[in-house]
């Protein structure tokens, strides 16, 4: 029965299976001689071993030989620098004895002409006090006259020119010394006049204007100074009289009364001026007194009335006036506007003006209002920085009443008129 083959592929695959086996079997079978191959690329030859023993011992022995050398190099650069430090240090050390030498040399230079300078001077003060010593004995004569103070000068003191101010005290004042032989304080002042208390100085006069301001809700703002120069005759208490005060200023503020029409001042400080120029001025908050009160005293005129009479000064009246003038014109323009608006009600209560007139009379009526309160405002406000006050010409006489004892004395070192007195011919003890 014939075979049914059902895929015709297997046939072919195996007819080419066949054919294969033979070319290996032809191929294995021929001769041993090889065909020449040909190469695609030239070989390369692979890398190179490590080193040997023998070349890495070369190499050791190169490395050390260069280091050795490295070596030697340091060490004489070393040397070389050691070398050159010590010549400097010797060059540095020499350099710093040569200059403490020349300074040892200068120095002593420098005190040999000092030696001599120091001579020269003691000779010069050597001579002076033999030309004092002359002077002295050549002032033992007759020259000066006794009973002045200076007898025995030239025997028992030294003398000297005074170059700028001395200080001779009276005979019959104890000398107190100080520090150095200087005066002490205690001995600068020296009582001369005694005002008390409740004294009177008659015969004054007032150098300036009182102007007094009247005080405004019972106050004083920027009260008006004053002047009063004392007279000749002034009294003190038991009817005794003080002599030496009619160059005494007193100075103080004025204070007025509109009611009475007159002015009262109180006294805040006093200068006087002694005969010799000297000046001492005693304040109200001074040390020159035994009171605490806040013034010197008050003034009166020459009758004794507190209050000095005078004339008013005010700009009342014509203020009152323009005030007045200002308020009418207000209320006259008030009710030129008024007349034409009338006022309604609304079903609250509330009024309304309604312009039913002339609307241009109106807008004039209120316009007048206006500008006539500005201008009372500024009036207003002009007048508040006014004020009202009592006058008295200069030239009235005037009492001094005095409220606390005042000490004038007399400063030896105080303040002058005039420092640059003559004192030629004056001499001073000499405190040495």
């Known amino acids: 029965m014939p075979w049914n083959i059902n895929n015709k592929l297997l046939p072919i695959v195996a007819v080419v299976t066949l054919l294969a086996l033979f070319f290996v079997l032809l191929n294995s079978c021929g001769s041993d001689e090889a065909s020449p191959t040909l190469l695609a690329e030239v070989p390369v030859s692979p890398e190179p071993d490590a080193d040997s023993p023998a070349d890495t011992i070369k190499t050791l022995t190169a490395n050390v030989s260069e280091l050795l050398s490295e070596v030697d190099a340091l060490r004489n650069d070393n040397a070389d620098l050691h070398e050159a430090k010590s010549d400097m240090e010797t060059e540095f050390a020499n350099r710093i004895a040569s200059e403490i030498t020349q300074y040892h040399q200068s120095q002593s230079a420098v005190g040999r002409r000092s030696e001599g300078e120091v001579s020269q001077l003691r000779e010069q003060v050597e001579s002076l006090a033999e030309q004092i010593e002359g002077f002295s004995i050549s002032m033992s004569g007759s020259d000066i006259p006794l009973g002045i103070g200076l007898d025995g000068l030239a025997q028992d003191q030294n003398v000297g020119v005074a170059t700028s101010y001395f200080w001779i005290n009276p005979l019959d004042v104890p000398i107190a010394s100080g520090e150095f032989g200087a005066p002490t304080a205690s001995t600068q002042l020296r009582p001369v006049i005694t005002i008390p208390r409740n004294a009177t100085l008659v015969s004054s006069t007032a150098m300036t204007a009182l102007i007094g301001r009247v005080p405004i809700q019972g106050q004083l703002r920027d009260p008006m100074p004053f002047k009063v120069l004392t007279g000749e005759e002034n009294l003190a208490a038991n009817g005794l009289t003080i002599y030496g005060l009619q160059g005494m200023v007193w100075s103080g503020y004025a204070v007025g009364d509109w009611t009475l029409g007159c002015v009262s001042g109180r006294l805040e400080s006093a200068t006087f001026i002694f005969d010799n120029g000297t000046i001492q001025t005693i304040s109200a908050g001074g040390g020159n007194a035994s009171s605490s009160q806040s ?44 007349l034409e608006t009338m006022q309604s009600f609304d079903g609250l209560g509330n009024a309304r003006s309604l312009i039913t007139g002339d609307a241009g009379k109106y807008v004039l009526g209120k316009t007048l209002a206006g500008g006539t309160q500005a201008t009372a405002a500024w009036l207003e406000l002009r007048a508040s920085q006014e004020f009202d006050a009592v006058y008295v010409a200069p030239g009235q006489k005037v009492a001094i009443h005095i409220d606390r004892e005042i000490r004038i ?6 303040r002058k008129l005039d420092h640059d007195q003559s004192q030629a011919n004056s001499f001073v003890f000499d405190i040495d």
């Open 295 to 338: 013034s010197l005293g008050w003034i009166s005129d020459e009758y004794g009335v507190p209050c000095i009479t005078g004339e008013r000064k005010s700009n009342a009246v014509s203020f009152l006036a323009q005030q007045a003038g200002l308020d009418a014109s207000q209320a006259a323009a008030n009710a030129a506007a008024s």
């Open 409 to 414: 004395d007399y400063d030896r070192e105080g």
